[in-house]
Antibody, heavy 121, light 108 residues
Framework: EVQLVESGGLVVQPGGSLRLSCAASGFTFDDYAMHWVRQAPGKGLEWVSLISWDGGSTHYADSVKGRFTISRDNSKDSLYLQMNSLRPEDSALYYC??????????????WGQGTLVTVSS | YVLTQPPSVSVAPGKTARITCGGNNIGTKNVHWYQQKPGQAPVVVICFDTDRPSGIPERFSGSNSGNTATLTISRVEAGDEADYYCQVWNSGIDHGWVFGGGTKLTVL
């Protein structure tokens, strides 16, 4: 059974940093691209970032470019999102999602349950 | 690239619901649809315009042509009440994934 378990969500002050993690199991992690998607309270889905199967290719939404960094450790079946210079508008539930392919342009076939990030003073 | 969905659609049980997703030449892109129930993570219900993943009822179908993609839910049930999002890969200069704003389906 595929499982994606996010962690690391906290309340953090504006300008602060946070690192989210996603532990994957139930599939061959290094065979698939991975994504982060966020959802502000009561709002829609916003794609944040993707990383290819080997970490060689990454893409970011314009809203986080230059502030967030996606990475993965295939030896630990784990995905990460380093979030710097956080803003109140970054407050959201952050989902880890598995791509159906290796490059990240397939659909998202499995999602975690999310970890909540709140940016507030 | 912008995807436009109606904020809400209402339908009586047993009837057919159609949720649209508008985008410039969206018919040239692969469209995926997700269902999200309150407090739950999204689930893909249609991929690559018309494909139904394993476990998704045949009542769910999709189409995509011109500037509009459509998710159709036949014989709507109370359990179909949820938010639905369309999604495409934008392969332009600022390539990345784009979600529509979402449509709240209400079963009357």
């Amino acid at each position: 059974e595929v499982q994606l378990v996010e962690s690391g969500g906290l309340v953090v002050q504006p300008g602060g940093s946070l690192r989210l993690s996603c532990a994957a199991s139930g599939f061959t992690f290094d065979d698939y691209a991975m994504h982060w998607v966020r959802q502000a309270p009561g709002k829609g889905l916003e794609w944040v970032s993707l990383i290819s199967w080997d970490g060689g290719s990454t893409h970011y939404a314009d809203s986080v470019k230059g502030r967030f960094t996606i990475s993965r450790d295939n030896s630990k079946d784990s995905l990460y999102l380093q979030m710097n210079s956080l803003r109140p508008e970054d407050s959201a539930l952050y989902y880890c999602a598995k791509d159906m392919g290796i490059t990240g342009d397939g659909h998202f076939d499995y999602w975690g349950q999310g970890t909540l990030v709140t940016v507030s003073s | 690239y912008v995807l436009t969905q109606p904020p809400s659609v209402s339908v009586a049980p047993g009837k057919t619901a159609r949720i649209t997703c508008g985008g410039n030449n969206i018919g040239t892109k692969n469209v995926h649809w997700y269902q999200q129930k309150p407090g739950q993570a999204p689930v893909v219900v249609i991929c690559f315009d018309t494909d139904r993943p394993s476990g998704i009822p045949e009542r769910f179908s999709g189409s995509n042509s011109g500037n509009t993609a459509t998710l159709t839910i036949s014989r709507v049930e109370a359990g179909d009440e949820a938010d639905y999002y369309c999604q495409v890969w934008n392969s332009g200069i600022d390539h990345g994934w784009v979600f529509g704003g979402g449509t709240k389906l209400t079963v009357l």
